[in-house]
C-alpha cells in the first residue's frame, strides 16, 4: 500500500503532466545552447581562398546555379565521390558568396565550422566527434580544447579513406638469422 501512495506522489509530481498546469520542465539538453567549438583553421590548398578571387560575377558572369560538369576545379570533379550521384558543389559551397558553405536551411557557415554542415547528414558522427569519440581533439581533458574539424581527416570531397595496403607481419625471433641485421 505504501508503494502505491509513492507511486501516485511521484507521478503527480514528476512531469506536472496530471493537470498541474505547469508545462514539464525542459531536459537540460533542449535548454543548453550550443556551445561555441574552437577548431583548428581549416586544411584549404594555398592559393584557393578566399574563393570569392575567382568566383564571382565580374570574373565568371552571372551565377549558374545548375548542375554541370564544370570548366575548372578537375582535380576535384576527378575525386568526387561524396554522394556524387545526388549532390554537386552547390550542394555545401554558398552560391551567393564563395567564401562560406551554407546549411540545407540556407544559413551561411563559415569554414571553420564545416562540422555544422558535416553534422547535417552525418548526426552520429556529429555527436560522437563533440563528446570525443570520433575525430581528434587537443588540450586538456579537463580544460581547453581544440577540436580538428572532419576535414582535416577526411577530404570532403571523397571523405572515405582509402584502404591501406597491409605491412607484413614482423619476423619472430625465432625465425631470425644468428648474426643477420
Given at each position: 500500500?505504501?508503494?502505491?501512495?509513492?507511486?501516485?506522489?511521484?507521478?503527480?509530481?514528476?512531469?506536472?503532466?496530471?493537470?498541474?498546469?505547469?508545462?514539464?520542465?525542459?531536459?537540460?539538453?533542449?535548454?543548453?545552447?550550443?556551445?561555441?567549438?574552437?577548431?583548428?583553421?581549416?586544411?584549404?590548398?594555398?592559393?584557393?581562398?578566399?574563393?570569392?578571387?575567382?568566383?564571382?560575377?565580374?570574373?565568371?558572369g552571372?551565377?549558374?546555379?545548375?548542375?554541370?560538369e564544370?570548366?575548372?576545379?578537375?582535380?576535384?570533379?576527378?575525386?568526387?565521390?561524396?554522394?556524387s550521384?545526388?549532390?554537386?558543389?552547390?550542394?555545401?559551397h554558398?552560391?551567393?558568396?564563395?567564401?562560406?558553405?551554407?546549411?540545407?536551411?540556407?544559413?551561411?557557415?563559415?569554414?571553420?565550422?564545416?562540422?555544422?554542415?558535416?553534422?547535417?547528414?552525418?548526426?552520429?558522427?556529429?555527436?560522437d566527434?563533440k563528446?570525443?569519440?570520433?575525430?581528434?581533439?587537443?588540450?586538456?581533458?579537463?580544460?581547453?580544447?581544440?577540436?580538428?574539424?572532419?576535414?582535416h581527416?577526411?577530404?570532403?570531397?571523397?571523405?572515405?579513406?582509402?584502404?591501406?595496403?597491409?605491412?607484413?607481419?614482423?619476423?619472430r625471433?625465432?625465425?631470425?638469422?644468428?648474426?643477420?641485421?
Amino acid at each position: 500500500m505504501l508503494w502505491m501512495a509513492a507511486a501516485l506522489v511521484m507521478t503527480l509530481s514528476g512531469a506536472g503532466a496530471l493537470g498541474t498546469g505547469t508545462p514539464p520542465a525542459q531536459p537540460a539538453r533542449a535548454q543548453k545552447k550550443e556551445q561555441l567549438v574552437e577548431a583548428k583553421a581549416p586544411p584549404l590548398t594555398d592559393g584557393i581562398f578566399p574563393c570569392s578571387q575567382c568566383h564571382n560575377e565580374k570574373v565568371n558572369g552571372k551565377l549558374n546555379p545548375a548542375r554541370r560538369e564544370l570548366q575548372f576545379h578537375d582535380d576535384i570533379q576527378a575525386e568526387f565521390h561524396h554522394d556524387s550521384e545526388n549532390r554537386w558543389c552547390l550542394d555545401c559551397h554558398d552560391a551567393k558568396n564563395r567564401d562560406v558553405l551554407h546549411l540545407t536551411s540556407g544559413a551561411p557557415v563559415a569554414f571553420s565550422e564545416s562540422y555544422k554542415l558535416c553534422g547535417q547528414c552525418h548526426g552520429d558522427k556529429y555527436r560522437d566527434w563533440k563528446r570525443g569519440v570520433h575525430g581528434k581533439r587537443i588540450g586538456q581533458w579537463n580544460g581547453e580544447k581544440t577540436y580538428l574539424l572532419c576535414v582535416h581527416c577526411h577530404n570532403p570531397h571523397t571523405p572515405r579513406f582509402k584502404p591501406i595496403k597491409p605491412l607484413p607481419p614482423p619476423v619472430r625471433p625465432s625465425e631470425m638469422k644468428r648474426g643477420a641485421r
